[in-house]
């Protein structure tokens, strides 16, 4: 409450109370550092979402296979879980420098026939400097793997080919397997800036 961050003509708006910063400038290393509270969440609700958003672009004919995946989705008990925790990580990956903040990429993908060591399918959400590498789970598809310990690569994004001035891509393992609500997180996020207006 009280604080807004706006981005129109090429540049940034800040507004804060005095009593309750949310950043801090450094002007002489150029960074801006924020300080941000997130809502409350409840992990595997936000879990629930990037499964159902992967689910909503699946050509019809792959339906059947993500029944259990749907049923689940729909299910406002939280406590009930549809695969173990260890098998369902999210990919995520920040792509540093300035990158279109109006444009979302989507992907999904099947493993190919004969390939039973990876999970059946996967949801790619990208956006800002942000991607996403979900698992999209189908229990009929994916029992060969059950219990199995398996290797997940991030899916390649262009700077990874042609690293930019900003440094390469950081990657890391999400888990949002959590059935507690979350309050009081903090998100810290620096961003370069060239001059103060």
Do not use: C
């Amino acid at each position: 409450m009280g604080w807004r961050i706006q981005f129109d003509d090429s540049r940034f708006t800040i507004k804060q109370y005095e009593d309750d910063p949310i950043f801090t400038a450094d002007e002489e290393a150029k960074i801006v550092t924020f300080q941000l509270q997130r809502d409350v969440y409840t992990p595997v609700a936000v879990l629930k979402a990037f499964v159902k958003m992967g689910l909503s672009v699946m050509p019809d004919e792959e339906m059947p296979n993500f029944a259990a995946a749907l049923n689940w989705i729909r299910r406002p008990d939280h406590q009930v879980s549809l695969v173990s925790e260890s098998e369902f990580p999210i990919l995520y990956s920040f792509v540093p420098g300035p990158m279109p903040n109006d444009k979302i990429a989507i992907a999904t993908f099947r493993r190919k026939e004969g390939i039973e060591d990876v999970p059946y399918a996967f949801f790619i959400l990208g956006y800002g400097n942000e991607v996403f590498q979900i698992f999209l789970p189908a229990p009929m598809r994916d029992h060969m793997i059950d219990g199995k310990q398996i290797t997940i690569t991030a899916f390649p994004n262009p700077r990874d080919i042609y690293p930019s001035q900003f440094g390469p891509t950081r990657r890391g393992v999400m888990n949002l397997t959590g059935r507690n609500a979350v309050r009081g997180e903090i998100f810290t996020l620096r961003i370069g800036f060239d001059r103060v207006a």
